[in-house]
């Protein structure tokens, strides 16, 4: 008898457990994961409804009129949904209302072709002029050989005498490649920070390992604090390229020069889904290690000029540099 409750008891308990993962398992997976799990098949409403509920429960605009009309669209539209292709529409409103430009909703079709790009993209650079080395910085994956990019990086500046941090066209991407590779020329502690009603959360430096923003990456490089920074931005700094920018804003070494950046200064969360789409969502605003929060605007530079390489090389040369 005791046997057969016991059995009983079992089969009550892992049948709970599948009822869990089978309505929590895509919400709840994502968030802890980053990877939309389905115990079972991941119909249009099921996929519809987890990407709206982690718009909702995670987006920084999710208390706004705007979403709580896209909303009530998105679930129209799932209802008399026939497949996903009928959802990307109105659920890429949704996303967008509940967490502002920065978010999106990328579907299979559109991420094959970053996935393409990947091979074609460009490359982080170093060039020596003199006492100068000009680190070029360009936007990443978080797909693609993200430690040799940081590598790369962290070779060219790790003994430069005077550097250029050149973040013109970078749109964003993995910031932890791009912070790891300039971690020879950031200090150690809190970089930046991601300001959410939640709380601030640090991106941090420790020796030549970043965590806390992207993908924790670390480097083999020995540090080179207090040489001449000289920062380069235009409107084509965006996203991760906004937030590298911002990780060097307050250090009295480090001085901007350029356009305003494009006004993409905010954190993403990024969550995967089985059939290949993945939603990039807006939950937190930049933050400088000053406690100034950036966000949709652009951000102008300590110095807007329209040659920044020429103003770059100008103060470079009053800090010594040749």
């Known amino acids: 008898m005791l046997k057969k409750v016991l059995l009983s008891t079992g089969v009550i308990i892992v049948g709970a457990l599948l ?17 939309a799990i389905f115990l079972g098949n991941d119909s249009p409403k099921r996929y519809g409804n987890a ?19 896209a909303k009530v669209e998105a679930q129209a539209a799932i209802e008399s949904a026939q497949s996903r292709e009928d959802l990307y529409e109105p659920l890429k409103k949704a996303v967008k209302a509940a967490g ?11 991420n094959a072709e970053i996935e393409e790009a990947i091979e074609t993209a460009e490359q982080p650079s170093i060039e020596s002029d003199g006492d100068i080395v000009t680190a070029k910085v360009p936007a990443v994956d ?3 050989d993200i430690q040799s990019y940081a590598d790369t990086l962290a070779a060219g ?28 020329l950031l200090p150690d502690g809190d970089a930046m920070y991601f300001h959410s009603a939640m709380g601030d959360n640090p991106v941090t430096v420790d020796g030549t390992a970043v965590s806390g923003g ?11 604090l ?24 307050g250090l009295e070494n480090a001085v901007s020069f350029g356009q305003p950046t494009a006004g993409y200064a905010t954190a993403n969360a990024v969550y995967d889904f089985p059939d290949g789409s993945y939603l990039m969502l807006t939950i937190a605003q930049d933050m400088d290690r000053n406690g100034e929060v950036y966000g949709d605007s652009p951000i102008a530079p300590d110095h807007v000029v329209d040659d920044e390489l020429a103003a770059a090389q100008t103060w470079l040369s009053k800090q010594g540099c040749r």
């Open 100 to 110: 502002g430009k920065h978010s999106n909703l990328v579907t299979p079709d559109q």
């Open 19 to 35: 009822a869990a993962v089978y309505f929590l398992g895509p919400t709840m997976g994502a968030m802890f994961t980053g990877k």
């Open 157 to 184: 500046v790790e003994d430069a005498a005077c550097v250029v941090v050149d973040l013109r066209g970078n749109g964003g991407g993995d910031m932890g490649p791009m912070l790891a590779g300039l971690s020879p």
């Open 51 to 69: 990407v709206l509920t982690l718009a909702e429960t995670q987006g920084i605009h999710a208390d706004s009129d705007d979403f709580a009309r």
């Open 226 to 249: 207090d040489v001449p920074i000289a920062v380069l931005v235009d409107a084509g700094t965006a996203s991760s390229g906004e937030a590298t920018m911002v990780a060097f804003k």
């Open 214 to 224: 992207g993908t924790a990456v670390s480097v083999e490089a020995q540090k080179n």
């Open 142 to 144: 978080r797909n693609a």
